[in-house]
């Protein structure tokens, strides 16, 4: 049975559907099955970015119950599926997102792992997200405001019982003025699970409408991408832990 992973952020803006593309397309890389579903049924953006912006059948369709959750399923050239929401404004008030749990329950027999990427804030269908989502990953930049929304979220996925996978800092620049690593770690009370770097190549992904494990299979940002889904499969890292990975807590 698969597993279903949330993709969330208190904050918009922080890399959050870059990571679900990006995390999905590395576990594929890695020899597992996987669905990325544009949760985000208001500004949805996962079928832009991997070259399916329209088509015939969207997660509002199954949400209205006029389609199987079968058929909403597209396969990107690298193997990994998606399934898109409606980029048409008229589908925001007919989506049902209470019953997004549900749905995402039966892709389980047909992937290792279901993504789930969100909206920003506390909506309903972020809130459906959280409720379908059996581990929860919270992506964040290393900036007060976003850690701050990021511990909302933390605490809202800690009220609903659903186990934090982690977070994952991104758009890192290791500037002076970015929040240290480790009072990260300390004002979210959560494993850092991977820390992803500031790189031109994401945006050169988005402009090939691909994940940049693809795109980009050796710059930084892809291998820590790949280093990530590793630790969601429980693969422990080879490499020695240096001084400063001990010290700021990372995995």
Known sequence: MGRIITIVSGKGGVGKTTTAINLGAALNKLNREVIIVDANLNTPNIGVHLGAPIVPVTLNHVLKGKASIEEAIYEHSSGTKIIPSSLSVKELSKSNAKKLPEIVKELKKFSDFIILDTAAGFGPEVMASLEAGEEIIVVTIPEMPAVTDALKTVKVAKDMNKEV????????????????????????????????????????????????????????????????????????NSRPKSFWRRIFGLD
């Open 165 to 236: 996978k982690g977070v994952i800092v991104t758009r890192h620049k290791n500037a002076k003025y970015e929040m240290p690593l480790s009072s990260i770690k300390s004002m979210l009370e959560t494993r850092i699970i991977g820390v992803v770097p500031e790189d031109s190549s994401v945006q050169k992904a988005l402009t090939k409408r691909d994940a940049v494990i693809h795109t980009h299979p050796r710059s930084k940002v892809s291998k820590k991408y790949i280093e990530i889904a590793e630790k969601v499969l429980g693969k422990k």
